[in-house]
């Protein structure tokens, strides 16, 4: 098993979800049906839901900016992996697949906090290099990450990658909206890991 390169700041806890029947149910009325993924029925036993507490962080040099998605309000320093006393906020995730051995995963994190950097950090390894800096922009928004195989035991390549947008607001003053997807492919024999699309973009409000 071969772990994705995300920069995280904690390991995902996922518990089986469990449901019973409702006793007053009235038979003659049937129970509405929602195809939502992240609440489906109760009773499949191949979905599992629980939280995962991560840090999202990916660098576009083409525009010299790094975003970081669900860092504590303080931004990075306030990581206690960088001297801080504060850890990312656990968001929910779902896994689907476990009975198959393929796990595919969904995370959607909603309303959480954005922090952009600029310039991008040289070298740049890891959130950790931006320790000592301040955000050049911060404010909230959404992220989806979808994984197509999280452990990277199926016989194909292993697709994953975030898309995040919010509005944020700068430390020179006004406020963007920012736009941002990374996207990576993993081989089947998970040595190579290609760079489909990485980019963090601001839009001037």
Do not use: K
């Not at 931004?75 to 198959?100: D, K, S």
């Not at 920012?178 to 409000?205: C, K, M, W």
């Amino acid at each position: 098993m071969r772990p994705h390169p995300l920069l995280t700041a904690g390991l995902a806890v996922l518990l089986p979800v469990t449901g019973c029947d409702n006793p007053t149910t009235v038979a003659a009325r049937p129970p509405s049906v929602r195809f939502d993924f992240m609440n489906g029925p109760s009773d499949l036993p191949n979905v599992f839901r629980g939280d995962s507490v991560l840090l999202f962080v990916w660098a576009d040099v083409s525009t010299d900016l790094v975003i970081v998605v669900n860092a504590p309000a303080g931004g990075v320093r306030a990581l206690r992996r960088c001297g801080g006393a504060l850890t990312p906020e656990p968001q929910p995730v779902q896994t689907v697949g476990e009975m198959q051995d393929v796990l595919r995963q969904l995370r959607l994190l909603r309303d959480v906090n954005i922090h952009i950097y600029s310039p991008v950090p040289t070298p740049f390894r890891n959130f950790m290099d931006l320790c000592q800096l301040s955000p050049y922009a911060q404010g909230s928004g959404n992220l989806t990450s979808t994984d197509n195989d999280r452990t990277v035991t199926g016989n194909g390549a292993d697709a994953f990658g975030f898309r995040a947008q919010g509005v944020v607001d700068l430390v020179s003053g006004g406020s963007a909206r920012v736009l941002a997807e990374s996207e990576r492919l993993i081989a089947p024999d998970g040595t190579v890991t290609e760079i489909l699309v990485r980019n963090v973009r601001l839009i001037q409000q």
